[in-house]
């Protein structure tokens, strides 16, 4: 098994290493997409779910030809991604309450 040394630790403080968290919360380290790039992204779907969900209603109330079983799936699919969102938000800030109690 080969182990690499972790790279120098450079400054915690300052704009450098400020300016390191933020790009990698923002793209990723590696080039991939970042934490808030991704929760962006997430948030983004949801809301395009509820317009979706709001769109179908819409329709339905105004006699369109949307069925009643498609209005309910596409409500029940943003009513179910809204609380998945939440929970993550939640786990989020359990998260960050545990780091902040840590004693360094």
């Known amino acids: 098994m080969n ?11 300052g ?4 300016s390191a ?3 990698t ?7 991939q997409k970042g934490f808030a ?4 992204d997430g948030i983004e779907s949801v809301s395009k779910l509820q317009e979706e969900a709001n769109a179908n209603v819409k329709k339905a109330l105004s006699g369109d ?6 209005v309910m799936i596409s409500a029940l699919k943003a009513e179910l991604s809204m ?9 989020v800030i359990d998260a960050y309450n545990e780091i902040s109690r840590m004693q360094i």
């Open 83 to 91: 609380q998945l969102t939440l929970q993550i938000r939640n786990k």
């Open 21 to 23: 968290v933020k790009k």
């Open 25 to 31: 919360l923002s793209t990723g380290g590696d080039g």
């Open 65 to 70: 030809e949307t069925g009643l079983a498609e």
């Open 3 to 13: 182990v690499t040394g972790i790279g120098g630790t450079g400054s915690i403080g």
């Open 15 to 18: 704009a450098a290493g400020s």
């Open 37 to 40: 790039e991704s929760i962006k």
